[in-house]
């Protein structure tokens, strides 16, 4: 929306003024599951005086993004901004301030563990994590394997699986959050911008966080040295692009820190953690809708940024792409920038044994497409010093809004296909001591790189059969069990490749549904969930289906919140402790959205 250039042009110069003649009621929750709609609108309405440092008192985007969406809503509906807003239909309106704020409505009120009914009447000493039967962050260890052979819960066992408890999250929209679990408690993160410790067996809570905005990779916890009382800590970013550390046994902050000034910068996977650092993964929504020619596109570059885990002190920072450069002026004479894009979407992997990181990397948004897009990284674990960089797909240079007949000059001059590699790398020790890095593409190929001898390739399949390549392929990332590395697609099938030749193992179409969740796997079964919210799980031999349960359904819970399952679009489900656990209701697109986490255990 256009902001006129009076004396109450900007937005936070009239908020005050709009809280105080809003409405009563929080506005209701958009209906769309990611709000990038929002965002959509605020490059297309507002950016020509909210990014534009002529324009007085118009507040720059960092700065709205630091309200709440009660206060960014208010002003476009109820105050001197209500002129713009009624241009905008009701949802827009709602979206945009969810976006901006990043966070839903209510969740300041929301949430809180201390009005809970399902409070633990004691917070024992957190035991030690344990390796082998914990899954500690997204991948479960730090070589994002995905696999778990000692989490006390076997094959057999899986026909028989139940459910055992439901935790709604609190005004949520969409879970999104992948649990963690370790040292018998589950720490999970949810929209709301809540991060919640709960017992693993019972549900009941310890404590809650409220961050500053939306949580949406799994929480990492790793050993805390050199703070009094601490021992342990939780980890984890959110979508301004914070990174929070807290005390494990109480929730309480350590420290935060920002690891981006830019305001379309955000943290969406987990982070990882050794030898006292975290590792940090920062991507963008800057690719949606640049094509306006209102924004100066494109200026945001994908990162890992690598902190220390007591103090939240900034070691280094690796660059995707080399810092942005202004380049010509578009066709409304608003300056455009390059190199840009490269985001982040996965946490990164550790090689303890060659001390490097491996992450894999998004798109480009302008012309050329560096080399290091669309491609796996490897980085020094100390300096962040780049080490090689394989790319997976060239000259794919992409920005939302760019097909068809309303591509702009923004645009790139061929828009690219979008085959960010949004999936963990997967670090693997063959028989014999051989190594391998696997990792898959949207387009549907696996491929493997050889990490001790500069990342050259070793084998590069195809997984999808002819009649579903236009279906889509790999997202969120696969298992792997020393043999096998399993993959969930979006083409509505599940397929297995053999570690060692690259040869297509199996392939087992599942329903019409996208499957491209992360698939999760003990010994004899892999896991995986689908956009229609049915849990799947499969044989690893053969790729027989042996259990399944449909999470698309309401429960009760144990914390008395109305709580409705949905689909699985992005965390995989977890396996630890005896139990499985998963999140449901993250729908990306569609009506399918939830609130609630579910654990499972042999009935």
């Known amino acids: 929306m256009l902001v006129v250039a009076v004396a109450s042009a900007g937005l936070l110069g009239v908020v005050g003024a709009a809280h105080t003649q809003g409405q009563a009621q929080a506005p209701a929750q958009p209906h769309g599951a990611g709000t990038e709609s929002g965002f959509a609108v605020f490059q297309t309405r507002c950016m020509a005086c909210h990014g534009n440092p002529n324009v007085p008192r118009a507040p720059q985007p960092s700065a709205i993004r630091q309200m709440s969406p009660e206060r960014i809503y208010d002003a476009l509906s109820a105050g001197p901004m209500k002129s713009q807003g009624d241009a905008l239909s009701e949802d827009q309106r709602r979206m945009v301030a969810v976006f901006m704020s990043g966070r839903p409505f209510g969740t300041l009120q929301q949430g809180d563990a201390s009005q809970m009914p399902n409070r633990c009447p004691t917070n024992p000493p957190l035991a030690a994590p344990e390796a082998a039967r914990d899954w500690n962050g997204w991948g479960g260890d730090p070589s994002n394997d995905r696999f778990r052979s000692g989490s006390g819960l076997t094959s057999a066992e899986v026909p028989r699986l139940k459910l055992k408890w439901a935790f709604g999250y609190p005004g949520g929209l969409s879970a999104f959050g992948q649990p963690t679990v370790a040292g018998g408690r589950v720490f999970v993160g949810a929209d709301t911008g809540y991060v919640y410790s709960l017992d693993a067996k019972t549900g009941c809570v310890f404590w809650s966080y409220q961050a500053k905005g939306t949580v949406r990779g799994a929480v990492r916890i790793a050993p805390v040295r050199g703070v009094k009382g601490v021992r342990w800590g939780v980890f984890f970013g959110d979508f301004h692009a ?213 990342g050259k390739l070793l084998w590069n399949i195809e997984v999808l059969p002819k009649t579903a390549r236009e279906a889509g392929g790999i997202y969120w990332g696969g298992a792997a069990d020393g043999a096998k590395v399993y993959y969930g697609l979006s083409a509505g099938a599940m397929t297995a490749v053999e570690l060692k030749s690259g040869r297509r193992a199996w392939y087992q179409p599942l329903s019409k549904a996208n499957n491209s969740a992360a698939t999760s796997a003990i010994p004899g079964v892999a896991f995986e969930g689908g956009m229609d919210g049915v849990l799947h799980a499969l044989s690893t031999a053969s790729g027989k289906e042996v259990w399944s349960f449909d999470t698309a359904q309401p429960f009760d819970t144990v914390n008395k919140v109305s709580a409705h399952g949905g689909g699985m679009g992005s965390a995989g489900p977890v396996v630890a402790e005896g139990m499985l656990f998963l999140g449901s209701g993250y729908a990306v697109v569609g009506d399918k959205t939830g609130n609630v986490l579910l654990a499972f255990a042999p009935g």
């Open 242 to 454: 914070n990174v929070y550390g807290l005390d494990a046994q109480t929730g309480r902050q350590l420290w935060t820190t920002q690891v981006s000034d830019h305001f379309v910068a955000r943290i969406t996977a987990g982070l990882a953690a050794y030898g006292g650092k975290l590792f940090a993964p920062v991507s963008s929504s800057e690719e949606f809708t640049a094509a306006s020619l209102d924004y100066p596109c494109c200026t945001n570059r994908g990162s890992v940024v690598a902190l220390d885990a007591a103090t939240g002190r900034r070691i280094w920072t690796a660059w995707v792409v080399d810092k942005p450069r202004p380049t010509r002026k578009n066709s409304k004479g608003v300056q455009q920038y390059a190199p840009s894009g490269g985001s982040v979407w996965n946490s990164p992997t550790v090689d303890a044994r060659r001390g490097a990181i491996y992450f894999g990397t998004g798109d480009a948004e302008t012309d050329p497409a560096p080399s290091t897009t669309d491609a796996v990284l490897a980085v020094d674990i100390k300096t962040g010093r780049r080490l090689w960089s394989y790319q997976a797909a060239a000259n794919d240079s992409f920005l939302g809004g760019c097909s068809g007949p309303q591509r702009t000059d923004n645009c790139p001059k061929v828009n690219g296909p979008d085959l960010d590699i949004g999936n963990s790398p997967v670090l693997q020790t063959l028989p014999g001591g051989r190594r391998v890095l696997v990792t898959g593409t949207k387009d549907g190929h696996v491929f493997a790189l050889d990490p001790d001898h500069g």
